[in-house]
């Protein structure tokens, strides 16, 4: 945590407010025993926008890409979908700014890609190895899942735009899925029999990137199991273009599967094994 320093003895938060009280004696405000020194609330420094303060924020964003980026889509997903702007908006800590240049980002990705033109059939192909899918049951805590299985990816001999495809299709009917008063959604990757053929560091890096970049704290928590030693090399090089993201990864065993996050009936099949 930054810290201001005011003495010697005197040291506080940076983002505490101070409200400086002079003494009886002096009215002047020396940084010295003379003044008393009162940090309110942490609660209350953090910005808690009210209801009307978001929506004022909502707006400015949609007029902002209207004037400024008015080629882009609107509708779902496009430059004048509140909840979608909201969602950005809440990620980029309520800067306008960083919003509009996410969300133009964002919006750019979806209409280049042809996000909304995805299909169950157009993925057909790469849906069909098993590598990828979204399970049909909710976890414990009510989130969808999005479960890969590396050991069913080979990159050498499977179309990477295909897997980019997949990919976003399934990312898409995670959300799809999500219960009322949920917003995010649970990752398991099976590494059981992950071995170096399944290796690809560059689709890895495509899906940090969307789920970064397109689809911000969206992920819960990514479940990473039973990894293999052949593993170890491919996470440390993974590992820093996840940034903060890191804290979402957990490494655990197919049992912990099993006990903490499904019951029997909803567990998935390639975990009842």
């Known amino acids: 945590m930054a810290l201001l320093r005011l003495s010697p003895s005197i040291t506080l938060p940076r983002h505490h407010h101070l ?24 609660h209350m420094q953090h910005h808690q ?5 978001s929506r004022k924020l909502v707006i400015e964003v949609k ?13 779902k997903n496009g430059r004048d979908d509140e909840d979608m702007i909201l969602w950005f908006l809440k990620d980029r800590k309520f800067s306008v ?16 890609f042809g996000v909304s033109e995805l299909t169950e059939e157009g993925v057909k192909g790469a849906s069909q190895t098993g590598k990828a899918f979204v399970h049909d049951f909710l976890d414990v805590n009510g989130r969808p899942v999005l479960v890969v299985v590396a050991s069913k990816h080979f990159p050498d001999a499977q179309d990477p735009a295909e897997d980019e495809r997949l990919c976003a299709f399934l990312i898409e009917k995670a959300l799809r899925k999500l219960p009322t008063g949920k917003e995010q959604i649970l990752g398991i990757i099976d590494l059981r029999g992950f071995g170096t053929q399944n ?26 199991v039973d990894a293999p030693f052949v593993f170890k090399p491919i996470w440390q090089l993974v590992k820093p273009l996840l940034k903060s993201y890191t804290s979402l990864a957990r490494f655990c065993s197919a049992d912990t599967v ?16």
Do not use: C
């Not at 926008?49 to 303060?53: E, F, G, K, R, V």
């Open 199 to 224: 290796a690809d560091i560059r689709y890895l890096t495509f899906l940090f990137d969307v789920f970064y970049y397109y689809y911000p704290k969206r992920l819960a928590q990514v479940l990473f």
């Open 19 to 42: 409200l400086l009280v002079p003494s009886k004696r002096n009215n002047t405000l020396p940084f010295s025993s003379k003044f008393t020194l009162r940090s309110s609330n942490l």
């Open 258 to 273: 099993r006990k903490e996050y499904f019951t029997e009936e909803t567990l998935p099949s390639n975990f009842r094994d």
């Open 97 to 112: 700014q960083d919003a509009v240049l996410k969300l133009t980002k964002a919006i750019k990705w979806r209409q280049d």
């Open 63 to 75: 007029e902002k890409l209207e004037k400024e980026h008015h080629n882009l889509p609107v509708g």
């Open 49 to 53: 926008l009210q209801p009307n303060d």
